[in-house]
């Protein structure tokens, strides 16, 4: 009979080494058995983006996350349910950070105008969000996904706030742990190792919490949400009470966002 098995009900746990060693193999090849599972078998979902349905593939720990026709991933595909909704904005000027294919086209096809940024040189234009070199009030909406966790989110901020035009809107998403009151931020001399640990990445700076929207407003913004609920978090892979944050700067001639119709499962908040 196993060690582990031989304790009686109720006996306390102080596993020798020897135990231990045992439980860690027993535990990582249930969750090997387990994981494969999901991966292989996963439910039949949809892809808003696409129009794809079947099996989405995992990324790292998390299964059915992927969409193996477009890669876009669970915040890409809440961005195209609020892009569903119409917002005016989208009609206009609009700027896309670190350009998912995924999303581009559709942003492409309803935009007056529509180009693709980032500070690596990759994109039509080459921006630093944290100084956006482009002229006060000239876009109409910002599109940046996962962003303001790798850079000086205050200047980024001021900046996306400074370039959009009065009723224009940042759509934001960014790693949040809804249960913290406050942003964990890392100090600056953080290894690779301590942000992975920390944050969830080796480049992020920082892991938000709650007070996300009010950074937003301390930097002048309106600030509204559009959050995944049932049933477009089981049609489509989406993460549970997962929001795009919509900042937008005050304006008194356009529509605010939480006037547009929602998507079925998603609410504006």
């Not at 039949?44 to 193996?68: A, D, E, M, Q, T």
Request: net charge neutral.
């Amino acid at each position: 009979m196993s060690a582990l098995a031989a304790k009686a009900p109720g006996t306390p746990l102080r596993r020798d080494q020897a135990e231990i060693a045992q439980v860690l193999d027993l535990r990582a090849r249930r969750a090997l058995e387990h994981f494969a599972r999901l991966a292989q078998d996963g439910p039949v979902l949809s892809c808003p983006i696409c129009g794809y349905r079947g099996r989405f593939s995992p990324v790292r720990h998390k299964p059915s996350v992927w969409c193996p026709s477009c890669d876009s991933r669970p915040r890409h595909r809440l961005m195209r349910l609020w892009l569903e909704t119409d917002p005016p904005q989208a009609r206009g000027r609009v700027l896309h950070f670190a350009a998912e294919p995924c999303l581009a086209p559709t942003l492409r096809a309803r935009a007056a105008r529509y180009a693709q940024a980032d500070i690596n040189g990759l994109y039509e234009l080459t921006l630093d969000i944290e100084a956006i070199d482009q002229p006060d009030q000239s876009w109409d909406l910002v599109i940046a996904n996962h962003v303001l966790e790798h850079v000086d989110d205050r200047k980024a901020m001021a900046e996306l706030f400074r370039i959009l035009a009065p009723g224009g809107i940042a759509a934001l998403t960014v790693p949040l742990v809804a249960g913290w009151e406050r942003t964990l931020e890392l100090p600056p001399d953080a290894s690779a190792d301590e942000r992975a640990l920390r944050a969830g990445d080796p480049t992020h700076l920082r892991l938000y919490g709650r007070d996300f929207a009010a950074r937003l407003r301390a930097a002048g913004f309106e600030v509204s949400t559009f959050t995944a609920t049932e049933p477009a978090v089981g049609d489509h892979a989406l993460h549970r009470g997962e929001s795009v944050f919509l900042a937008r700067r005050p304006g008194p001639d356009d529509v605010s966002p939480g006037q547009a119709p929602d998507p079925k499962g998603a609410k504006h908040g």
